[in-house]
């Protein structure tokens, strides 16, 4: 009886681990595209997201979640100053000036009040997009520059005019 449970077990784990690496590849293909480009060089800022008035934190990353694949989840460059968001950014997201590297190396985030009192900008956006589910590109960046090269074509805004300086 004792054989029989354990590759029940056995078997059960299995199907588990396999469930979760296609869970895993749906969320990924699942992802949303999210591209932009901001008024000033936060190419190594750790963003954090705050309120609708932005005068409080909603989320902010533990330090292990600024590693994508094995590596700091450093935004990727795309043409004409945009970035391929590689962390979660939107439109209510500031950067801190916390760099991805010393961030990265902390035991834990700083406390709330702290992490808001790091943040250098609160309005950071020239222009902030959706291009739709990762699962879609082929070639991501490469699609992604011929967007740009097209006015965007394909991308929905997500920042309103008004916001734009």
């Known amino acids: 009886m004792g054989k029989i449970t354990l590759l029940i077990a056995f078997l059960t784990s299995l199907v588990a681990c396999k469930n979760t690496q296609v869970s895993s590849t749906v969320t990924r293909q699942e992802e949303r595209v999210i591209i932009y480009r901001t008024h000033a060089d936060h190419y190594e ?17 533990a330090p292990s ?14 043409k004409d100053g945009f970035l ?13 000036s916390y ?3 010393e961030y990265s190396k902390l035991q834990a985030p700083p406390g709330p009040q702290e992490l808001l009192e790091s943040v250098i900008d609160r309005d950071p956006f020239e222009s902030l997009y959706d291009c ?9 960046v490469s699609e992604l520059n011929a967007m ?5 074509e394909g991308c929905q805004s997500l920042i309103s005019k008004s ?3």
Do not use: C, Q, W
Request: proline share 6%; no cysteine.
């Open 45 to 61: 800022h750790v963003p954090v997201t705050l309120n609708e008035a932005k005068d409080r934190l909603s989320s902010f990353p």
């Open 148 to 152: 740009i090269g097209k006015d965007m």
């Open 84 to 96: 391929l968001d590689r962390r979660g950014i939107g439109p209510h997201s500031a950067f801190t």
């Open 65 to 78: 979640d600024l590693f994508y694949e094995g590596e700091l989840a450093l935004p990727v460059k795309l």
């Open 163 to 165: 916001k734009s300086r």
């Open 99 to 101: 760099t991805y590297e």
């Open 132 to 140: 739709g589910k990762a699962g879609t590109y082929k070639n991501l």
